[in-house]
């Protein structure tokens, strides 16, 4: 796969002055951890997966979830798992029929209910391991996190290629102000005896949010929100200290086509997301659950490197420890340290092998109108 790949050579020679490399599920864990992008949601019981994927409908998905959780009523539940098996079994046969090449399917992840069903869909799971990369643990706690990674572990060992866990942190325990640290700590405990299994953690601000009565409008990113905004703060304090583990953003609810956007003018939704995308990560997060694929393109070029940043970061990391100080940057309107900025700048360049550096002159709607071209954007 690659990032924006569906458009024109000659796009993205305008656009980037270094593009996106491929990667694929085979991309070394440390590498990969930072190419998820949006990771988008579909429910378990949708029947048109493979048939999109396969046809290449779905524009632009990177990595996609199959949700055996919340999107699924309890009644229709065993009908969406055989769904789930029935979708990967048809991805698996074009895969070994030549019908799809493995770069044309994206990072694909099952989400179960909970432990049991995760116990229960073991099988199911290596049997698929062919098309699947992972399995989404939800509203992770001390016993549900340990056993979950456990039967992960069990699963890697039998599985077709590399398997991964992905914890997302949305219990109620989390907004236990009192407990909370004491809570991460153990949960991070738990997680470094796996650590090379953890592909990424996740976070459930909407379920956080919805202990309160709270919901989001679309002018109001989560980090506006005090109660929710002081727990993804301590999440990333545990976790994302020195780049050990990626957080991935929280879901933004509210979708609108670029296309649509850029043909009549109203940006509400985008400019909410895109706004909320840029305080992930001055936050400390790296990619976002999508909610619809017309999120897609907005989270995906929100993680552009602007060229100037690139500048920074190749900067700072040229210095090296060994010639620790301060230099102006290239467009000489900041300092660049060496030494506190060279986590920083060592995720900036990772962020650039995904997604790309964006040429001086360019810009996201630049990127926004060649990703549109065609349909109805002007």
């Known amino acids: 796969m690659r990032y924006f790949d569906y458009l024109s050579e000659a796009d993205r020679d305008a656009l980037f002055a270094r593009p996106p490399q491929p990667f694929g599920r085979e991309t070394g864990r440390a590498e990969l951890r930072g190419g998820l992008g949006g990771l988008l949601y579909t429910p378990g019981a949708n029947r048109t997966i493979a048939r999109r994927l396969c046809a290449g409908q779905v524009r632009g998905v990177s990595s996609l979830a199959l949700c ?23 991805l698996q046969a074009a895969l070994e029929r030549g019908a799809i090449s493995a770069g044309s399917l994206p990072l694909i992840f099952l989400r179960v209910q909970d432990i049991p069903m995760l116990e229960a869909l073991a099988d199911l799971l290596v049997r698929r391991s062919g098309v699947l990369t992972g399995v989404i643990l939800p509203k992770v706690t001390r016993d549900s996190l340990a056993a979950g990674l456990a039967l992960t ?12 866990a992905m914890p997302i942190l949305e219990s109620a325990g989390l907004m236990d102000c009192g407990g909370r640290l004491e809570l991460l700590l153990e949960l991070r405990e738990l997680a470094d005896r796996h650590f090379s299994r953890i592909l990424n953690l996740r976070v459930g601000a909407t379920d956080l949010s919805g202990l309160y009565g709270i919901r989001r409008a679309p002018d109001t990113p989560v980090y506006s929100v005090a109660a929710v905004a002081a727990c993804l703060a301590d999440v990333i304090r545990v976790f994302a200290r020195g780049d050990r583990y990626t957080v991935s953003g929280p879901v933004w609810e509210y979708y609108r086509p670029v296309a649509q956007a850029l043909a009549d003018g109203s940006w509400t939704e985008i400019d909410g997301l895109l706004r909320e995308v840029a305080l992930d990560q ?3 997060f790296t990619g976002k659950t999508c909610a619809h694929p017309a999120q897609l393109l907005p989270v995906q070029a929100g993680y552009a490197v602007p ?18 100080g301060v230099l102006p940057s290239e467009a000489r309107n ?3 340290e060496s030494r506190p900025h060279a986590l920083w ?10 997604f790309g550096v964006l040429r001086p002159e360019k810009g996201i709607q630049d990127l926004f109108r060649a990703a549109c071209r065609g349909e109805g954007a002007p």
């Open 68 to 90: 055996l959780e919340d999107s699924v009523g309890e009644l229709e539940r065993p009908e969406a798992v055989e769904n789930v098996d029935r979708q990967l079994g048809l």
């Open 153 to 164: 572990e069990d699963i890697a060992r039998r599985a077709a290629g590399p398997f991964y």
């Open 345 to 354: 700048a060592r995720k900036i360049l990772r962020q650039a092998r995904f």
């Open 307 to 324: 060229w100037a940043v690139y500048q920074d970061a190749a900067a700072i990391l040229e210095l090296g420890p060994e010639k620790a």
């Open 282 to 284: 001055q936050n400390g």
């Open 334 to 336: 900041k300092m660049n």
